[in-house]
């Protein structure tokens, strides 16, 4: 290969144009290898091919949006990169679109429902292969007409919005949704519970207005009223899905005089929050209050004593994600898939002594 091979003629990024002339073909039909759109003879191909190799020819991804390809991308979406229960996720995630040759790309938007729209208008700009949204949605109308509007857009530019732990969007939006039985786990462990003998049990980190949340409100409620048992609505404490809110609200409901046995966290890391906090009040787990979690992050077993949860099947989660979304012309029934939750038994929850 000659020094100049790797620059075009002008020492500039080498363009179409000039791998074009040095494989001695049209600009048309570099562009038509570039989006494999296009029938492309096996020599001619070839040729391109080597063109761009000698001239370390990079694809522009505009202009590959611009022929109507995809550009290989997943892209990954989250409210808080640091969080256990979305890095999980993530990984599935990552694994599965490695072995379908493609690029995961990590988004995050802090909580703020405006910036995951920009997200996902760039997403579809960027023609990504699919747009991977996780997290409980906000009850919000315009919110959901707007991401309403993103699925229908991404569809006609030959990608795919996916929706992990959100509701869907409604019947006959493009998108693929997979959740898991919230409701259900939420449900199963305020059983486990109350079976157990509480007969008072807080809920610690409502966020109201957030679907998760609500879901997990619905299954505690659920529980209460199947067993006949009277839910007291001051043991329902608002917050937010962080260790830090645990801490501050285990204290807050410690000095509000409320009698409780039992303490049903929002997630695993409100739970560790709430741990830390009725340890230094001297309260003993579970000889004194039960408590229990949700999501099954190892945090869950590195907490002494052992977390009580429900087991959220993260890493399947993401892996689902990407191969209903690359292969759903294959699995046209299966966009709305539900995996199953279950809870964990462990050192933190016992049966009251009477």
Partial sequence: MDKNAAASPHGDASTVRDVAARAGVSASTVSRVLGGTY????????????????????????????????NKTVAFVVDDVTGPFYAYIARGV????????????????????QRVLAVVETMREQRADAVIVVGGAWDDKAYHDRMTHFAHALDRA?????????????????????????????????????????????????????????????????????????????????????RSFGYRGMRELLASGLEFSAVFAGTDMVAAGAL???REAGVRVPDDIAL??????????????????????????????VRLALHREEFPERQHQVLGTHVVIRESTRRPVR
Avoid: W
């Fill in 94 to 113: 990552e694994e599965q679109a490695s072995a379908e040759s493609r690029l995961c790309m990590l988004c995050t938007t802090h909580g703020d429902p």
């Fill in 39 to 70: 029938p492309v003879a096996k020599a001619t191909r070839a040729r391109v091919l080597k063109a761009m190799r000698e001239l370390d020819y990079v694809v522009n991804a505009h202009a590959r949006a611009l022929g109507g390809s995809t």
């Fill in 292 to 321: 229990a979690g949700y999501d099954d992050i190892p945090t869950a077993i590195d907490v002494c004593p052992t977390l009580t949860t429900v087991h959220v099947p993260s890493e399947e989660l993401g892996r689902t994600a």
């Fill in 158 to 242: 030959g990608s795919r919005l996916v929706l992990i732990g959100r509701p869907p969007l409604g019947p006959g939006v493009p998108a693929t949704v997979v959740d898991y039985d919230n409701e259900g786990g939420a449900f199963a462990m305020t059983t486990h519970l109350l079976s157990s003998g509480h007969r008072r049990v807080a809920y610690l980190g409502r966020v109201p207005g957030l679907s998760t949340s609500s879901q997990r409100i619905s299954g505690f409620t659920r529980a209460h009223e199947m067993l006949g048992l009277e839910l007291d609505p001051k043991l329902i404490v608002d917050g937010i899905f962080t």
């Fill in 276 to 278: 830390q906090a009725l």
